[in-house]
């Protein structure tokens, strides 16, 4: 009996064969805005709490992109640059690999000085991907089981048996 049961334990990475063509996407994406002051590239108290807010060990695993912008008063030259200034400055507290962009200000939508402030920004946007493989497990000709190889046993009516489950 011990001798078959090893003869199967050894044939079984044999016999058995791993598809990962079953897979689960989730994509995510947040994204949070910290506002400066005109003509400023510092990032304020406000600003320091909302990326705070942000899960360092995600931003790690994740797409970022920082996105500076202006409000229109000023040359197109100096809101370019303004705008960059303003996106490094949040990635620097960010401390995470980034594609940083200045869009100046080409997407202010503001007109009156009043409103000005919203289009004074910073936008981060992080696109999280996670995947999970579910594998299939193919043993011999026609019995097929889902599942991790650990919860697969061969059992005691000579069946490939999956948590219970005999297939």
Request: glycine letters at 6%; aromatic letters at 8%.
């Amino acid at each position: 009996m011990k001798k078959i049961l090893i003869s199967l334990l050894l044939a079984l990475p044999l016999s058995v064969m791993a598809h990962d063509e079953w897979h689960d996407v989730n994509v995510e994406t947040v994204e949070k805005t910290v506002n400066f002051d005109t003509a400023k590239d510092l990032v304020k108290t406000k600003g320091l709490k909302t990326l705070g807010t942000l899960n360092k060990e995600k931003l790690r695993n994740s797409e970022v992109t920082i996105t500076g912008y202006t409000d229109k008063r000023g040359s197109q030259d100096y809101n370019d640059k303004l705008g960059l200034r303003r996106a490094n400055a949040v990635f620097y507290v960010l401390d995470v690999p980034a594609k940083v962009v200045s869009k100046g200000e080409s997407e202010a939508i503001q007109s009156d000085t009043k409103d000005m402030w919203t289009d004074r920004k910073a936008v981060v946007k992080v696109k999280t991907t996670e995947v999970t493989y579910l594998p299939v497990y193919l043993i011999g000709e026609d019995h097929t089981v889902a599942g991790p190889l650990n919860h697969l046993y061969y059992g005691t009516e000579g069946k490939w048996t999956n948590r219970g489950l005999t297939r």
